[in-house]
């Protein structure tokens, strides 16, 4: 059974807009950093967002900023990414991920870091 569960992939135009969801059955995630990371076919796994753990701290990948936005909802049990003004360059599986050591207002956007991953979702961008 995955730990972590995505789901609100899809296919939209250039310029639309997709929100992913991360929820667990297993993770309090509110006292969890959670990753969102990406992995196009042929390509590596790539950070694009992070949450802290105890202070909401957010990071974004340079290629995304601006554009994207991660939080919480506490009462869902769930970390979202919304995707605004999707581009060519961001279809891919996208996984979210969390991790037990780390911890405070840091969080981190290598993908070796976290032990805990979900199946992924795949997001496609085509007119």
């Known amino acids: 059974q995955a730990q972590l569960v995505e789901s609100g992939g899809g296919l939209v135009q250039p310029g639309g807009s997709l929100r992913l969801s991360c929820a667990s059955a297993?993770?309090?995630?509110?006292?969890?950093?959670v990753g969102w990371f990406r992995q196009a076919p042929g390509k590596e796994r790539e950070g694009v967002s992070c949450i802290s753990s105890s202070d909401g701290s957010t990071y974004y990948a340079d290629s995304v900023k601006g554009r994207f936005t991660i939080s919480r909802d506490k009462r869902k049990n769930t970390v979202s990414l919304q995707m605004n003004d999707l581009k060519p360059e961001d279809p891919a599986v996208y996984f979210c991920?969390?991790?037990?050591?780390?911890?405070?207002?840091?969080?981190?956007?290598?993908?070796?870091?976290?032990?805990?991953w979900g199946q992924g979702t795949q997001v496609s961008v085509s007119s």
């Open positions: 991920a969390t991790d037990d050591y780390i911890v405070g207002t840091y969080c981190d956007l290598v993908p070796d870091e976290y032990d805990y």
């Open positions: 297993r993770f309090t995630l509110d006292y969890y950093a």
